[in-house]
């Protein structure tokens, strides 16, 4: 089960330096420490900070400057656009998600099998590599399947049917956070939460963390709505 899972030492280096940008102890424009010094710091190997350092290159987080250091970047410029203006708005896409995948949430926590954890565990390991490796469009698919799989557990029809009649559009507000690479991780890091409440059985708190991923969801793009 996912609990049992080692966790990613690459992964957790990476969040180590996220943390000390996103805490302000270095602006754009200045160097961190030496990787030796660094690696130190943040308990992990030369070989595990250097592919956490790959990954937040390819994010525009840092820029690796061989000879000179590893330097801080402003984070690239957000560019929102939502294609299905004219037919619904993000809000209403994305509230209605909270509606819906938060009720499909709970009752799947009930319903899955022992195959169906097993495939969920091993989406969030494969979004995991695609985030990583900055593969957003690919990371996006996989969210959407992470969250279909959930709604076909669940056994309301309607509610699938509802989901797949319009799936460019669901498929679209699933692609929308990853337009803030910076923060991309977020998105697996929120699936691993609520894949611990599905392997604990939790109706109540598999319910609240879907929830709470689809606002933060939304609100990785500016998008903000009422429940």
């Not at 080692?6 to 280096?13: K, L, N």
Request: hydrophobic fraction near 45%; include cysteine.
């Amino acid at each position: 089960m996912l609990d049992t899972l080692p966790r990613a030492v690459p992964e957790q280096a990476l969040q180590g330096i996220r943390k000390l940008i996103d805490e302000g102890a270095y602006q754009p424009g200045e160097a961190l420490p030496s990787q030796r010094d660094l690696a130190e710091q943040l308990g992990v190997s030369r070989a595990s900070l250097r592919e956490a350092l790959s990954s937040l290159s390819a994010l525009g987080l840092v820029s690796v400057q061989p000879g000179k250091g590893v330097f801080v970047q402003v984070p690239p410029p957000v560019a929102f656009a939502w294609p299905y203006a004219e037919q619904v708005s993000a809000s209403d896409t994305f509230q209605l998600r909270y509606a819906l995948e938060g009720f499909a949430a709970g009752q799947a926590a009930l319903a899955l099998t022992a195959d169906d954890i097993d495939r969920l565990e091993e989406n969030v390991e494969a979004m995991r590599r695609e985030l990583l490796a900055g593969r957003f469009e690919a990371a996006a698919r996989l969210d959407f399947a992470f969250h279909q799989l959930l709604l076909q557990a669940c056994g309301n029809q309607a509610m699938l049917q509802v989901i797949t009649a319009s799936q460019d559009i669901f498929l679209e507000s699933q692609k929308l956070p990853f337009i803030r690479p910076e923060r991309a991780m977020e998105t697996w890091q929120e699936h691993r939460k609520i894949l611990r409440a599905l392997c604990r059985r939790s109706q109540a708190a598999a319910q609240k963390a879907m929830q709470e991923h689809i606002r933060n969801a939304a609100s990785r793009t500016g998008v903000v709505f009422s429940v």
